[in-house]
């Protein structure tokens, strides 16, 4: 299993600005749904790598830029489900 490391955003707004905001300074980060286990808003969230979510988190903050929290998930599904073959 692996963990997954989330952005929770409070709008779809924010989320974007932060997205943006993160490729520009070259972090890896992609748009993708709040994971069942958040308490989102807005339903979206930013996946970024667990190795640089804190400085990440840490530079947007000192930009102005605004999010919700950070969240760990750890994979739980089975990449393999449904194949018979």
Known sequence: M?????????SHTEGM???????????????APSP???????GMSLLCSCEQIDSAMALAQKHGL????KMEVEQTFDIHRNKFC
Do not use: H, M
Request: aromatic letters at 14%; hydrophobic letters at 35%.
């Open 2 to 10: 692996s963990t997954k490391c989330y952005i929770l955003v409070k």
């Open 36 to 42: 069942r286990e958040a308490r989102s808003e807005c």
């Open 66 to 69: 605004k999010f919700d929290k």
């Open 17 to 31: 600005a932060l997205f943006e905001f993160l490729r520009s300074q070259d972090f890896e980060a992609r748009v």
